[in-house]
């Protein structure tokens, strides 16, 4: 059964596809739907994360009701070190992140999984340098990159360039961003519609007036 109903971002369901880390149950074929709630919050800072062994994009952004507001973004370059330095480096600059910007809720890349099973094992690595750095009680979720791409410009086939140019305009930013950076902002650009549409869809109907 394919994760995507139809061809539109909203239809998408991050808690079926690719639910939160830390949220319980896992979605699949067989296994039952997992929960996802998120509280209501008129303001809420989202870290996104696109991991890589040696360019590593973060992306910070703030929820103001329906506006997206944007804070910061980056990369972490580590790749003129060893991998175990890489790794470090990528955990403590996130740790260092997370203090500085103090974000209600992370976002990452799900890994995706190519030919090249050297390359995808050190890519597994990363990610998880960047997860460890989350502090205990941080809700972390991960999105698919078909998912990302389709909720910023409508299509899971969608290129970089796209992405890149869907977040200047959404963001309002002056210039287009490194790609790496401009992933990871995608990342939490399509965290924060996800969860908005989620607050939508679990607040109680409106009763008609009599």
């Given at each position: ?81 060893l991998m175990a330095e890489r790794l470090r480096m990528i955990f403590e600059g996130l740790e260092a992140l997370i203090g500085e910007h ?31 750095a989350v502090p205990k009680g941080l809700p972390v979720f991960e999105y698919a990159p078909r998912a990302i791409k389709l909720a910023l ?58």
């Open positions: 059964m394919s994760r995507y109903r139809t061809k539109s971002w909203r239809a998408f369901e991050p808690g079926v596809a690719t639910p939160g880390v830390g949220t319980p149950g896992v979605a699949g074929a067989g296994r039952k739907r997992a929960e996802v709630r998120f509280a209501p919050s008129a303001k809420l800072r989202i870290l996104g994360v696109d991991p890589g062994s040696r360019r590593t994009g973060f992306g910070v952004i703030e929820c103001r009701g329906a506006d997206y507001v944007h804070i910061a973004h980056g990369c972490l370059n580590v790749g003129g070190a103090q974000p209600g809720e992370v976002a990452v890349e799900r890994v995706f999984v190519n030919r090249n099973v050297e390359s995808a094992l050190k890519l597994g690595q990363a990610r998880g340098a960047a997860l460890c410009v409508g299509s899971g086939a969608a290129e970089k360039g796209q992405v890149a140019h869907m977040i200047k305009t959404l963001l309002g930013l002056p210039e287009r961003v490194g790609p790496d950076a401009s992933d990871a902002l995608a990342v939490a650009v399509c965290h924060a519609h996800a969860r908005r549409l989620h607050v939508l869809m679990q607040a109680p109907s409106m009763k008609p007036v009599a």
